[in-house]
Each structure stands twice: as C-alpha cells, then as structure tokens.
C-alpha cells in the first residue's frame, strides 16, 4: 500500500530498524525517524566515543534496513547521521581523529548487522504488531509511537485501529504544541 506517493510498507520497515536499534542500543528515547539534532542533545556537550558511535548506528539503522531490500533509498536519509557529525564536531563536543565517512561506514555496518538478526520483526508487519503496539504501551505520550503503530495496524488491513492509534498521535502532537 502507498500514501502520498509513499511506500508505507518500507517506510514502516525504516522506522522499525530506527526503533529496535535505539532500544537494543540503551538509549534513552527510541525516536522511529531520528534526526542529527535529536541525536546531538542526547550525546550531550562532551560525547563520550561509545555514545557517538551508537547514535550513529541508531540514524543508520533505517538506512541499512532499507538497504537490504532496495538499491534506491526513498524513506531512509544518511545525510543525517554526517550532519550529526558536524554538529558535534562544530561545537567541539567530539573528536576522534576518524573522519566522517569512515565513522559513517562503521557505523552502517554495525546497523546492518544489527537490523539483520531481527530481519523478521522489522519486514513483517503481524510480527511487528506485538512490538509497536509495545512500544505505544512504553512511551505513551511520544506521538511518534503512535503513529507508527497506526502505521502497522494499516499495512495490517485494520483501519480502525489504524485510526484510532493516528487519533492518539494527533491529539499529542497538539497537546505538545501548546507547551
């Protein structure tokens, strides 16, 4: 099935890498789409090299997921995980000596690596369920959560409860922007 244009079978498969890599990592927030900048206020003013490295694999892991079925990325971006590195490197935060593309590269091969040993929990929407409606139940205030569960239920064939997991995000997402 597609939106907009949209895979949403891949971009589910995406976030899902993105999610299990954050929690299989220990990081504190598990966001299904992670950008440089949320990235960069979890490695904090002096990143130590173990947490560079698994939030760089946390930003890759989608792109490695998407990696393994598709020559083209559409719903991954890699461009985050070097804008990363620039920001820290910018802000004096962080210096290895190892250059962007290299540390980038590392970091895709330990994503994929990863991702690879939970191939099934990722590419199967009704294995999946169990693990989003999971996350939903763990974060239950991250609209993103949510959202991507909304996601599953609809590659699922079930647009009720697609519907009312969307509702949910909606509904945070504008609770949030009222702080």
Partial sequence: SSTGGRDARRDAEVEAASFFAGYALGLPCFAFAPTAVEAAAFAGADASEARVRSLLVWLVA???????????????DPRQAYAFLKLLRGRGAYSDGVDDAAAVRWALNDAAKLVEGRAAAVEDPANALAHFREAAHLTPTEPG?????????ELLGDAG???????KADVLRTIAGKR
């Avoid at 989608?62 to 991954?76: C, N, P, S, T």
């Avoid at 959560?145 to 239920?153: E, T």
Wanted: positive net charge.
């Fill in 62 to 76: 989608g792109v490695a997921q998407e990696r393994r079925k598709h020559r083209r990325l559409v719903a991954a």
């Fill in 145 to 153: 959560s949510w959202a991507a569960l909304a996601k599953v239920y």
């Fill in 161 to 167: 409860a697609s519907k009312k997991a969307a509702a």
